[in-house]
Nanobody, 117 residues
């Protein structure tokens, strides 16, 4: 059974930085994609960034140029470097992994990111 464990959330002032990590275990076979969703109070969960097995990345428009997703294939860990954080980035951030392009995702437990002065 796939387990995803996130870390790195917290409270930061606007303009600050945080780095989220997500370590995967229990995976047999290859991973098609990993990435991060977020969900703010009263809003739907939205895709923030994803990275494919070959290294291609995709970002939500509002985080382009500020967030960077990367992946350590040997450790099966995905990172999200978040710079120039804004109040509207406040949300619970969820790591996911997907082993097939249309396969069901596995989810982490979520980590809170709060941007506030």
């Amino acid at each position: 059974q796939v387990q995803l464990v996130e870390s790195g959330g917290g409270l930061v002032q606007p303009g600050g930085s945080l780095r989220l990590s997500c370590a995967a275990s229990g995976i047999s076979g290859s991973i098609y994609s990993m990435g991060w969703y977020r969900q703010a109070p009263g809003k739907q969960r939205e895709l923030v960034a994803s990275i494919l097995n070959g290294g291609s990345t995709n970002y939500k428009d509002s985080v382009k140029g500020r967030f960077t997703i990367s992946r350590d294939n040997a450790e099966i860990t995905v990172y999200l470097q978040m710079n120039s954080l804004k109040i509207e980035d406040t949300a619970v951030y969820y790591c996911y992994s997907r082993q097939r392009i249309f396969g069901p995702p596995s989810w982490g437990q979520g980590t809170q990111v709060t941007v506030s002065s």
